[in-house]
């Protein structure tokens, strides 16, 4: 649940445009099943309180925001719960819902500043109202009809009318859109992106096998490599990437490992069939 | 051009050939303004069509004629802002149809933008995404100004300076809409509260703009809105 | 379909609503033809028209009372072989051909070289070439002067005294902007889709300094400088 990016979203898929289009309700053909796995599908928490009250199947202006409020806490505790991954929104809405839940709840204190819970329901109410009125409005006006689907303009025009003096055309879309992409074109060619260090399989391999002289006990994995951890941003990459060289040399032999218990320390040391000098240049030749 | 309604009666032996001159170059600012609009695919400004007519001639009364005048023909007169076209019937669609006339499909959130920005022009990035409580995915604005349909307006006068967006004209054009009033449902959710930007407690409604001259409401009046919106929603609280 | 003419006269209680009904759908034949060759790229056959009537329609006795209709008109119905065709009247081609090919699509380079001239203002031409990467070439700039949307401000006061170059009133009013500072910024490029999410954390959109006003480091255009400039000679020579 620690996602704070937006969750993929796939309009397309729940809702796609043609439902919008014919069908006048604007209603979505969604079970509670599809509900619970399907947040995705939802354009964020306010959409997804719209459904819930649409469920609620009375007119908006009389929901409980209560009772909505209880559906929504519910919904993200049902999804929590199977490990859906939500996006801060959801998160945010639900803490914010609680928090009326309770305002509506308590008996506001006199003393006690901020907005009262009937208010903040009022103000819930009308946001999910001003959002379902514009959905409306978008479906009555994308029905409306419209210039070359329904109407239709003058299919040989004989002359366009020119009303600046400039005598050139451009629009203000034209005009920043080729400054946006020229400058950031140009950032691209002018930045050098700084290379982002991965130590892979061989190279850790390498390194391993360049310290196995130096082992003679039992030596921590992550503790020797430090040395080679010019960075601390190296440290995930070059433990993972040790690790699992360490793996495979294990099962070669030249390697043996060692851990006291899960999340302490992995310990190595030279195992019984120690890589020899020879593979070990050969290795280093093939490195470059 | 004087009407000739407006002629006192009495001094007939003068006025009766007034009276067909004055016809005559009616019918000739009518043939002319035809042969303009007609001409061209997209709206014409009454303007353009006044520089090509007899100086003084009252370009909206002749269009308001002829649109009259086109009403019941298979190609009627349309008034598009302060601009005239010629478009097919609408109760035609069928006939005219074929298989070439594909226009853009919109994405949900695409329309539902489009919308918002229709109805609550001129109004900022943030104001949108407080109406639908979420963030404005990337390409979506960028689609709809690339449609033509919306543009970058201004900015308005509060902190920040944020800039505001509307549509255009080809919006108007597209959806044939004379003026931006002629929304559908606009005064119902003007008298209902919903184009308000604000939480019931105060019921200011803005009188939405869709002229391009940019209007007095992009002043301080507004300056409350965005702290407003803010505070009550929990975006704002995330913004915090 | 029965012309009202032929009808015998004696049997009236019968024709009046035949006659009236014959009239309806004559009209919506007329209506649907004028749509079909008002909306068509190419002249349309009367075989076309016919397919989208009703069945026994006569196309061509339609055609020729609707080209009466127009005769009058600013757009004549014109008839090449067996195809129709709207046209603006012969006589009114004057005011229809006035403009012709005057507008032009401004170029890709122009576009780049005007964008930055309004972001960037006020900036030198070296400034100009340094942020596109390329030299520009001699025409880009005459074109935009030529438009009307850049000027020459002043000179800076730097070893060589290079020209500053800003955008004009004309620019802004084309690009329906108030003022220049109203060019959106970074964010709301962004936002709008326009740039990519990830720029380099150093990379930055000026606010454009649009004053009238020269700048601090800026000396006023001289008579003289517009003679060494070249520019009081047709097409004079940029100073390289």
């Known amino acids: 649940m620690n996602s704070a990016k937006e969750t993929p979203k796939k309009p397309s898929a729940r809702a796609p445009m043609d439902v919008l289009w014919q069908d006048e309700s604007g209603e979505r053909a969604l079970h509670e099943e599809a509900l619970v796995i399907d947040i995705a599908g939802f354009e964020g928490p306010l959409d997804l309180l719209l459904h819930l009250a649409r469920t609620q199947k009375v007119d908006l202006s009389r929901i409980s925001v209560l009772a909505l409020a209880e559906q929504y806490i519910a919904f993200i505790e049902r999804a929590r719960s199977i490990r859906i991954e939500l996006a801060a929104d959801y998160l945010v809405m639900a803490a914010w819902l609680a928090f009326l839940k309770s305002r509506l709840l308590i008996p506001q204190q006199a003393k006690d500043e901020g907005p009262s819970g009937e208010e903040m329901a009022s103000s819930l109410a009308f946001r999910l109202k001003r959002l379902e009125a514009m959905r409306e409005a978008a479906t009555r006006l994308i029905n409306r009809n419209r210039l070359g689907r329904d109407v239709f303009a003058r299919g040989a025009p004989e002359h366009i009318p020119v009303e600046r003096h400039s005598g050139y055309e451009a629009s203000l879309y034209d005009l920043l859109s080729a400054y946006a992409s020229l400058r950031q074109r140009q950032a691209v060619m002018q930045v050098t992106i700084e290379k982002r260090t991965v130590w892979s399989l061989a190279d850790a391999r390498l390194i391993l096998a360049r310290m196995l002289g130096d082992m003679v006990d039992w030596t921590a994995l992550d503790h020797f490599l430090l040395r080679y951890m010019t960075s601390p941003r190296e440290r995930a990459t070059a433990i993972a990437s040790s690790f699992a060289a360490s793996l495979e040399m294990v099962r070669e032999g030249r390697l043996e490992i060692r851990q006291d218990g899960a999340f302490a320390p992995i310990y190595v040391r030279q195992g019984p069939n120690p890589m020899s000098a020879e593979k070990l240049a050969e290795l280093e030749a093939a490195r470059g | ?240």
């Open chain 2, 1 to 240: 051009m004087a009407d000739p309604q407006h002629h006192l009666p009495g001094i007939a032996d003068n006025t009766e050939p007034q009276r067909e001159a004055d016809a005559r170059l009616e019918l000739e600012a009518e043939r002319i303004v035809e042969a303009l609009v007609f001409a061209s695919a997209q709206p014409v400004s009454e303007a353009y069509m006044a520089q090509r007519l007899p100086k003084g001639t009252d370009v909206n009364r002749i269009m308001q004629r002829l649109k009259g005048f086109y009403a019941g023909r298979g190609v009627n007169l349309l008034q598009v802002d302060d601009h005239w076209a010629f478009r097919t019937a609408a109760d035609l669609s069928f006939v005219v149809q074929t298989d070439e006339n594909e226009i853009k499909k919109l994405s949900r959130a695409a329309l539902e933008v489009l919308a918002i920005i229709a109805y609550h022009q001129p109004v900022t990035r943030a104001e949108i995404e407080d109406i639908r409580g979420v963030q404005t995915s990337r390409g979506t604005l960028d689609v709809l100004m690339e449609a033509g349909w919306v543009r970058f307006r201004g900015r308005r006068r509060t902190p920040g300076r944020p800039v505001t967006i509307g549509t255009t004209r080809d919006f108007l054009d597209h959806f044939g809409l004379e003026e931006i009033r002629d929304l559908p449902g606009m005064e119902e959710l003007k008298g209902a509260g919903l184009l308000a930007g604000r939480v019931p407690s105060n019921f200011q409604i803005p009188i939405p703009l869709g002229d391009d001259a940019l209007e007095d409401d992009e002043d301080p009046i507004t300056q409350l809105d965005l702290e407003e919106l803010g505070l009550l929603t929990p975006r704002g609280e995330e913004a915090e």
